[in-house]
């Protein structure tokens, strides 16, 4: 006979959740707004974005889940109007850092919810 447990979940909202991203990551924000900065087609709202990731500055999951698209398809305009190996390379990077050295997560500001 097998015994069957449950726990009740927790539930965390995203927007007190912190992520501290990896210096590898910051690094490659850092080279994709060093490659953008003078851009006319990345908007300069997401370039501060950018280099507030490169600076490590403390954002909740919910800020980063929801400024990624908004940095990708930036990126992705400015790299199609002006052929930026530069910037596509850092992209790249951003990706492969994520995925090898990645971030962090505190729930040092969560406010919980029991579900």
């Not at 280099?51 to 199609?80: C, R, W, Y």
């Amino acid at each position: 006979m097998t015994a069957k447990h449950t726990r009740k979940a927790t539930e965390l909202d995203p927007r007190g959740v912190g992520i501290h991203l990896s210096e590898g990551v910051r690094n490659a924000f850092a080279d994709l707004a060093a490659a953008v900065h003078f851009s006319e087609h990345f908007n300069g709202v997401w370039l501060e974005t950018l280099k507030d990731l490169a600076a490590g500055k403390s954002l909740s999951v919910d800020d980063f889940v929801g400024s990624f698209p908004m940095i990708a398809e930036q990126t992705f305009n400015h790299i199609h109007a002006t052929g930026d190996e530069r910037a596509a390379k850092a992209w790249r990077e951003i990706g492969s850092e994520l995925l090898e050295r990645g971030f962090s997560l505190t729930k040092d500001r969560a406010r919980e919810k029991s579900s």
